[in-house]
């Protein structure tokens, strides 16, 4: 496995022509790194699942450079998901529509909807750009995470991870720190109002502002199965507490204004509910790394962000 730091535009083509030939190549997105493989090729796709340890009835996003792209993927596209896809592509957000016959099984988990999303993030981009040269239609990609654990929000993280598992021929790209930090919004577009089955930085508010209809975000609601969003996702090792009094020696998660009770760690001091989202998963990966039994977070409050924060930080003290 190579890992290639700050990609030039020649690595990057080099990147692209790997995954045209069914390798994996890990890259940065703005919400936490993928997984990527050629979403055409099954070999290529199955090998996702293994490197992850990810049960196969868990559909993948395909990630696409442009809204050119949405139709070669979905049909019966509803007019909102197109004004959704204008406004916020590309962006931190994850549309789910009726599959084209591209989209496999082995893509969708036997569904027959897909998700679909534009990444902004330039190194991301321009993979997807070189990859469509070479005659790719898109790059599927989970979380660059072994199923179950935290999403890794910096290319260290990814390789400390996953590189027992990738061959020789996989790729790396280290592209720094992912601006966003939280997995995208996911949204079920396949009925007559938008729905939120996972919140992130595309938040309810901005959604129903968008498409002037209202957004449900109970996901109990949907038909669709949303596998990700089983309870006990996205934890650490740690054990993860929430709004109790630390104890000496666990580590804390708090926004910088809370102090640090005695004899407790540090784990991030977030300034801001987007420094919040941004440090979070760091943060929790640092807890492990010290070997901490216990980390104590202080829930950030408020709406749009705070509520995506706090869902992530539920699911990872789920027990
Ligand atoms: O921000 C993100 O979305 C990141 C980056 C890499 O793009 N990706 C990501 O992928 O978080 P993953 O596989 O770790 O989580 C995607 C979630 C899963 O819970 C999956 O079940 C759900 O999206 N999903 C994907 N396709 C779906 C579909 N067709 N129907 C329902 N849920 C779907
Ligand atoms: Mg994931």
Not at 135 to 164: C, H, M, Q, W, Y
Not at 250 to 271: C, K, Q, W, Y
Request: charged share 20%.
């Amino acid at each position: 496995m190579e890992i290639i730091s700050n990609p030039t535009q020649n690595e990057i083509k080099r990147a692209a022509k790997a995954l045209k030939d069914g390798h994996l190549v890990a890259f940065p997105t703005e919400t936490v790194y993928g997984l990527g493989a050629d979403a055409t090729n099954e070999k290529a796709v199955s090998r996702i699942y293994s490197v992850k340890g990810r049960p196969t009835d868990h559909p993948l996003i395909v990630h696409i450079s442009s809204i050119n792209l949405l139709e070669k993927w979905a049909i019966d596209i509803p007019d909102y998901a197109i004004k959704l896809a204008n406004e916020f592509w590309p962006g931190p957000m994850t549309l789910i529509l009726k599959k084209s016959v591209l989209a496999n099984d082995y893509i969708t988990g036997g569904q027959s909807n897909v998700g679909l999303r534009v990444p902004a993030q330039p190194i991301a981009l321009a993979l997807l750009a070189e990859f469509e040269k070479n005659g790719g239609f898109g790059i599927a990609a989970p979380s660059a995470n072994r199923f179950g654990a935290v999403s890794p929000t910096n290319a260290a993280d990814v390789s400390e991870e996953l590189s027992k598992y990738l061959n020789r021929s996989d790729t790396i790209i280290d592209g720094g720190r992912c601006s966003v930090g939280l997995e995208s919004t996911i949204i079920d577009c396949t009925r007559s109002a938008p729905m939120i089955l996972r919140p992130g930085a595309i938040t309810e508010e901005m959604i129903n502002y968008s498409t002037g209809i209202g957004g449900a975000k109970n996901i109990e609601k949907s038909h669709i199965s949303v596998p990700g969003s089983l309870e006990s996702h996205y934890s650490p090792k740690a054990l993860v507490l929430i709004g109790i009094s630390p104890r000496q020696g666990d580590g804390f998660i708090a926004m910088s204004e809370i102090p640090t009770p005695h004899g407790v760690i540090r784990l991030s001091s977030p300034n801001s509910i987007e420094q919040y989202a941004k440090d979070l998963y760091r943060a929790l990966r640092l807890g492990d790394k010290k070997g901490l039994e216990r980390i104590n977070v202080a829930l950030p409050e408020g709406p749009g962000l705070a509520q995506a924060i706090r869902d992530r930080i539920y699911k990872a003290a789920f027990r």
